[in-house]
């Protein structure tokens, strides 16, 4: 069974570069303390690793 991420966000995208504000609402999330839970792909990895500082990460099984 493929590993799954839960992705919450943390901190606000005001204020933020267009291309952080667009892979935010990309992952699915809309406002602080919103979560959504993505497969562990290579995708995925690279757009949290995008806005790492405004996300924050869990793997779950």
Known sequence: ?????????????????????????????KRIRDFVVKEDNLVVRGMVNTVAHLVKVEEID
């Open 1 to 29: 069974m493929a590993k799954r991420l839960k992705i919450t966000q943390i901190k606000s995208t005001i204020g933020g570069k267009p291309n952080q504000r667009d892979t935010v609402r990309s992952l699915g999330l």
